[in-house]
């Protein structure tokens, strides 16, 4: 047991797949793993593990938010040892080439605010994905007919009332959506030596407004899990 993790030492897979939504893990784990048992549900934030194609892969909730990830990345690497930890979610597109349903897998993530500024102070520090887990999973969503946009997405504290300067500097560098955990589980992973990644899909689009309906997403969602699976074993 970790502080907010209840699954006993060896429960957990070195491969974890981290959706923000514990439902969505308990999705995932029901359609895509062999053999799955709940082995957390601490403050209703479920994890599963099980089997991939003969692999062990532990899905987990990350909950909404920097400061709730962290909290799970942090223990899942140093207190359970994983060491591959890939995000799969939903975000808001910042680009006009960038569609509803478009997948993105995130190069970088830029952001303002941490859980880790505390170490970084003035410096401005560059999360980055693992290049093995991002280059396969470009290759696994080509593979499926999928062209992916790569590139950097922009990690927010705030769902609600963002700051609309920002957002619009976040477009004119070329950042491509905006989501609101990859830059802390990158920091967090490069702390501890892991691997992480985030595939996302885009949910509603800060330019147009448009947004997925909700009976499109659990298909979007099942592409970014087959792409994050295939990225961490292939
Ligand atoms: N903002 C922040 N996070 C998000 C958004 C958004 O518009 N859409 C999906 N995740």
């Not at 895509?32 to 479920?46: K, Y």
């Not at 990859?182 to 595939?199: D, I």
Request: net charge negative.
């Amino acid at each position: 047991m970790s502080i907010h993790i209840g699954a006993a030492a060896g429960e957990i897979a070195e491969t974890v797949l981290m959706p923000g939504d514990p439902y969505r893990a308990k999705w995932v784990a029901e359609t895509f793993l062999s053999d799955a048992t709940c082995i957390n549900e601490v403050r209703g934030m479920l994890g599963f593990t099980g089997t991939w194609q003969g692999h062990r892969v532990t899905v987990h909730g990350s909950g909404m938010g920097m400061p709730s990830l962290s909290i799970y990345a942090n223990e899942l690497i140093r207190d359970y040892g994983a060491k591959t930890l890939i995000r799969i979610g939903s975000c808001g597109a910042m680009q006009e080439s960038v569609k509803i349903r478009d997948v993105i897998i995130a190069m970088t993530a830029s952001t303002l605010s941490t859980p880790s500024q505390g170490f970084f102070k003035e410096l401005n520090f560059a999360p980055c994905a693992d290049w093995h887990l991002l280059s396969h999973a470009v290759a696994a969503a080509e593979q499926r007919g999928i062209t992916p946009h790569v590139g950097g997405i922009y990690s927010s504290d705030v769902f609600y009332d963002e700051r609309p300067d920002l957002n619009e500097q976040m477009t004119r560098h070329g950042i491509l959506a905006v989501e609101m955990e990859a830059a802390e589980l990158y920091t967090v992973a490069a702390r501890h030596g892991a691997r992480a990644l985030a595939v996302l899909t885009v949910s509603d689009h800060l330019l147009t407004h448009e947004a997925l309906p909700a009976a499109d997403r659990e298909r979007s969602f099942g592409d970014m899990v087959d792409i994050a699976l295939h990225a961490a074993f292939d």
